[in-house]
């Protein structure tokens, strides 16, 4: 974090009059490290198993016709004594991706203070803290020895799974990945050698025949992907994590034992996953039990896991409150005196 006197310290730090603005660029010019992504993420799933925090459902609206969504979450980090407010609005749903309107942003309030903290732009929050917890996850449900990992897609959940994986899993030897768009497959490459330079990325095309070979497959692609892993495809200890699509139902029905990050979510958002009477599995454990070591993940090193990985607000609170800290610290963003 940078160091700033106390002039500058009293010219950034909030009050009840005014709120902060970090816009896109302001949060993409603060440094911050995987291994602290992920310490912040996990500890926001632990406050949460301890029951100092509230993660409440999400509200949706969406039009009959379709064409946008919109989400409104509220949350509070006991831990860090922040509430705030995530809000998610896409439109133009029937149109190709370069055509669409996505904004979603984050207002933070001190709740010891009672002070607001930050208005963000919460895109880098959600691409960082996706395969954050997507990395955690692998870490505690893996199978002991595991060496080999296969991203599907090459969005911008997929461009950062190798990086965080390897920051949880580092004796992680072979690094595979299925995609169909070279843009991307470039930059899942470029993001691997700029955290690890020394890792080579192998670019593999007969997903069927290099899924058997893999310990971890991370499902990241978007809807359009022309992959659909079938549980008969992986090694029998195999741990196939959903964040996107790319894995087949039978993924989830076959598996010996089913993980989510919230139950209640993958209820919600994860009906593609159905079997043919519409009926999803009923879930063993959830992750911020697992990491509070509540519940137990794998169970036996044989096992086939299905892991579902769905965002919790309390996530983006504790990232969005991290970013912002910094961001304070180094007098970025906007005052906005919008309660005078």
Partial sequence: MTRIDNQEEAAVM??????????????????????????????????????????????????????????????R??????????????HGLHEDRDKQHYYTTLTLYDDETGVPVAMLDCGR???????????LLARELAAPGSRSALVIGTGTQGRLALPFLLTTLPDLERLMLFGTHPDGIRAVR????AYFPERELEVVTDLRAVT?????????AGPGTPASVEAEWLKPSALSVLIGY??????????????????????????????????????????????AGRAAGRT??????????SGLV????????????????????TAVPLWT
Avoid: C, W
């Avoid at 309390?314 to 970025?332: S, W």
């Fill in 14 to 75: 909030p009050d009840d009059r005014t709120l902060r603005i970090l816009s896109t660029s302001d949060v993409a010019g603060i440094d911050i490290t995987l291994p602290d992504v992920v310490s912040v993420v996990e500890q926001a799933y632990r406050t949460l198993a301890d029951g100092r925090s509230d993660n409440p459902r999400k509200l949706t609206v969406k039009p009959e016709d379709g064409h946008s969504v919109a989400y409104a979450m509220l949350g």
């Fill in 77 to 90: 980090d006991g831990e860090r004594g922040v509430v705030a407010i995530k809000t998610s609005y896409k």
């Fill in 125 to 135: 929050i959600g691409a960082l803290r996706t395969p954050a917890v997507s990395a």
């Fill in 190 to 193: 470029e993001q691997l050698h």
């Fill in 212 to 220: 058997g070979d893999a310990d971890i497959v991370l499902a990241t």
């Fill in 246 to 291: 790319g894995i087949a139902p039978s993924t989830l029905h076959t598996a010996d034992r089913v993980v989510a990050t919230s139950e209640a979510q993958m209820r919600v958002t994860g009906t593609d996953m159905a079997d043919a009477d519409g009926q999803l599995r009923d879930v063993h454990a959830e992750l911020p039990q697992v990491l």
């Fill in 300 to 309: 036996e090193p044989g096992q086939r896991i299905f892991a579902y990985n």
């Fill in 314 to 333: 309390v996530t983006d609170i504790a990232l969005g409150h991290r970013f912002a800290q910094l961001a304070l610290a180094q007098g970025l963003g």
